[in-house]
């Protein structure tokens, strides 16, 4: 009995070489958090992205930082590395340093979203490469309402299959962004990959995103995170890479003229 509970056992006991590589993702100072923005084009030709930072096209962000729990991500940022972005078949894209420390950006040119294509982020400081995977998702599929009356609009996306909901509005006469809940350091990018059911639904707050009588662009973007086991040599439990692409649609609040 003895020597068959053994070999039952054995059976059970994790491969060492899996928890080894687990503690290495769960222990790694290095933490990235990034986001890659596909924008589609407008539908409706009463959208203009022309003179909108939006009109670039697709852009990849990452946050870097050494750091060993989430108080620490914003204190100590990884400067003078080496970055670089590939989606598919496509030619890789350096990644510059951005305006913050620790931050890298690419806009544009050689970046073509494609739904279902693998995206690849290449980081490397010194002599120590990582790695992070995630399969870029196709566009939502939601009919916003043409008129509203300028109260807080709920999204309703529970029947796709999101992680999380990107929200840009701009007036369209001015071309000023109204709202927006897209992270824009790394501790709101950590707290928005990290928040859970959060891509069932968006409320847009009214107030907020309509402040008057006016047509707006309203920008809605399904985000999704690539798997944690496709990060390499960085921390597996801080780091996350997420790919969504926006869709832009009217909405007007202008008086109702029958």
Not at 160 to 184: A, C, G, H, R
Not at 212 to 226: F, L, N, P, Q, T
Not at 230 to 250: D, E, R, W
Request: hydrophobic fraction near 40%; include cysteine; charge should be negative.
């Amino acid at each position: 009995m003895l020597l068959l509970f053994t070999l039952i056992g054995c059976e059970y006991l994790p491969d060492p070489n899996d928890v080894q590589d687990t503690l290495d993702g769960l222990t790694n100072p290095l933490v990235v958090q990034g986001i890659v923005l596909g924008v589609a084009e407008p539908e409706s030709d009463q959208i203009d992205l022309s003179g909108t930072d939006f009109a670039q096209g697709t852009a990849v962000t990452i946050f870097a930082a050494d750091a060993a729990s989430v108080s620490e991500i914003e204190n100590a940022p990884v400067t003078g590395a080496d970055a670089s972005f590939k989606i598919g078949q496509q030619a890789a894209v350096t990644l510059e340093a951005g305006a913050a420390p620790g931050a890298y950006k690419a806009v544009g040119d050689g970046l073509e979203y494609v739904a279902g294509a693998l995206g690849e982020l290449s980081f490397a400081v010194g002599d120590g490469a990582s790695g992070a995977q995630v399969t870029l998702p196709p566009a939502v599929d939601v009919l916003l309402p043409p008129q509203h009356d300028g109260s807080d609009l709920t999204v309703d996306l529970s029947e796709q299959s999101y992680d999380q909901v990107l929200v840009v509005v701009f007036d369209l006469s001015t071309q000023e962004i109204t709202y927006s809940n897209e992270p824009k350091d790394i501790a709101e990018l950590y707290e928005y990959s990290t928040a859970e059911g959060a891509g069932d639904s968006v409320v847009i707050p009214g107030a907020e995103a309509f402040p008057g009588e006016s047509i707006y662009a309203v920008g809605i973007a399904g985000m999704v995170k690539g798997d944690s086991s496709s990060f390499s040599s960085m921390n597996t439990a801080l780091s996350s890479l997420q790919a969504g692409q926006l869709v832009f649609q009217p909405v007007s609040t202008m008086p109702f003229e029958n």
